[in-house]
């Protein structure tokens, strides 16, 4: 390939313009690590409402864009903003999609026209490219709300001329969320039925599947760690995917997410009452006598391990497990402080175990992102029990402030986290394997354990705090995928 590696990379989310989980600090970040290493990245958002709310500044590129959506054309304006690390953003305004309180449904489920809206996503980003001249040497879709792109490539040339022969490569963050849609607005997307609606295309159980469309017709699929890249080929983790999944093994790759530490660094958190290092940890110590202030728990405890949680607060991420061993973890004389958001059942239980134990556990409900690095740094330990995770950022955050974590070894949690050796010093937290209330209150009286002895509780603190999970290591490996694909 001669010249500069040019890349369109499109996200329905987007760090620090609009968030619901991971996906947007993966798609805030690689871009410009991937900048770094010379590559010409150009970034495709919706214009979604918290983003006009964010204050950003931008300014006009391209108005009136026609864009097809089934046998209707619609007009989008574009708009232009960047980030500190320079990447381009071009933000797609329309306001009757995407002028709403969430970025995809509310408390009464998902948008009922979300696949009008993420249809218009995927074309107007091609639009966009096309209208600035920017032919990309290949195009990188994350998750299902883009997976449209890859089937459009493949249709015939007429569809999208511009790109002809241009790969795709296609990252699931989550196979939990797949973009479902009835088979009779198949007509939204523009595609043929007799070409993709089928099982070898987009048809998944007699509806449209835009996750699927993703697996199916992008030249390389990525997950978001190696382990899970494993773990969704197989009929416990696959979600029914695991079909095609292992049917495109070869082009499946796993590829670990890094942590941002531009963001979550305690030695230069803005958001931390003081800041500390490695190298000068006593910080710490004053972090969590402030969180501990904050969250209304009782002071008398300052030296026993203080527990945090910073999650959704449903089944996957392992709330069922906390809730069934609250009691047993709270008898060995520790606090809980946890920050999020989810079931009503889990919140109605974690609500009353906070009732019933004021000085022992701060609860807050919702997310506050202040609150959520003050957790990071003042929790001795870190709890993450996930039924499953594809890759999980948190603890790579927990490890950098040396809060200890706790796991379930699956997914990202199993390729991020060692077990701690005290033969050998060696190991950064703790893990679990079986999905089991007893396997998670076994590795927690483990970090208790050790927590008490004040020499081995510092090795494995230092450990921790010493693992290096920046963006610049994952950039180089998708570097090395994207040139891959451009040899063929």
């Known amino acids: 390939m001669a010249g500069q590696m040019k890349v369109l990379f499109l996200s329905p989310e987007v760090v620090p313009f609009a968030k619901t989980g991971g996906l947007a600090d993966v798609a805030g970040a690689l871009p410009g690590a991937l900048k770094r290493l010379a590559v010409d990245v150009r970034l495709v958002l919706p214009l979604y409402r918290m983003v006009r709310e964010g204050g950003f500044e931008s300014r006009p590129l391209l108005k009136d864009v026609e864009v097809p959506l089934g046998s209707f054309g619609l007009k989008a304006v574009i708009l232009e903003t960047k980030v500190d690390d320079g990447v381009p953003i071009y933000l797609v305004e329309r306001e009757d999609m995407y002028d709403r309180p969430n970025l995809y449904g509310d408390a009464m489920g998902d948008y009922y026209d979300n696949l ?15 209208s600035i001249d920017f032919r990309p040497n ?35 963050h989550n196979l939990g969320y797949q973009g479902l849609f009835l088979e009779e607005k198949l007509p939204v997307t523009g595609l043929s039925r007799e070409a993709f609606f089928r099982p070898e295309g987009l048809e998944y159980w007699g509806k449209i599947s835009l996750l699927k469309a ?201 390729d991020t986290i060692v077990t701690f050796d005290p ?31 004040s020499k081995r509780w510092e090795k494995v603190v230092t450990n921790a705090m010493g693992a290096d999970f920046s963006w610049d290591r994952s950039a180089r490996a998708y570097l090395d995928l994207y040139k891959s694909l451009l040899r063929r």
Request: with cysteine; hydrophobic share 40%.
């Open 116 to 130: 009008e809206r993420f249809t218009f996503f995927a074309r107007a980003a091609l639009r966009v490219a096309e």
């Open 214 to 414: 993703g697996i199916v017709y992008s030249q390389a699929i990525t997950t978001v760690s190696p382990t899970y890249a494993r773990e969704i080929q197989t009929s416990e983790f696959g979600l029914g995917m695991e079909g095609i999944l292992r049917h495109r093994k070869a082009s499946l790759h796993g590829i670990l997410n890094g942590a941002d530490y531009r963001t979550w660094d305690p030695s230069r958190d803005e958001h931390l009452p003081q800041r500390y290092s490695v190298k000068k940890v006593e910080g710490k110590h004053q972090c969590k006598k402030d969180l501990m202030r904050e969250m209304g728990l009782d002071l008398s405890l300052r030296d026993r391990p203080l527990f945090g949680m910073v999650s959704r607060l449903d089944k996957q991420k392992g709330l069922d497990l906390l809730v069934e061993i609250l009691e047993d973890i709270l008898s060995m004389d520790v606090g809980l402080v946890i920050l999020g958001s989810g079931e009503e059942q889990i919140q109605e239980s974690l609500q009353q175990a906070a009732v019933r134990h004021p000085k022992r556990i701060g609860l807050k409900l919702g997310f506050d992102e202040a609150l959520a690095h003050r957790i990071m740094a003042g929790a001795d330990i870190f709890l993450i029990p996930s039924r499953y995770e594809p890759c999980g950022l948190t603890q790579m955050y927990a490890l950098k402030y040396g809060t200890v974590p706790v796991v379930r070894a699956t997914g990202g949690l199993e």
């Open 138 to 172: 290949l195009i990188h879709c994350h998750d299902w709300q883009t997976g449209l792109v890859p089937a459009l490539l493949q249709a015939p040339p007429k569809q999208a001329p511009f790109f002809r022969g241009i790969p795709t490569v296609f990252t699931i």
């Open 423 to 453: 033969r050998r010093g060696t190991g950064n937290g703790f893990k679990f394997r079986d999905y089991d209330p007893d396997a998670f209150l076994g590795a927690i009286r483990k970090a208790v354990e050790y927590f008490q002895d």
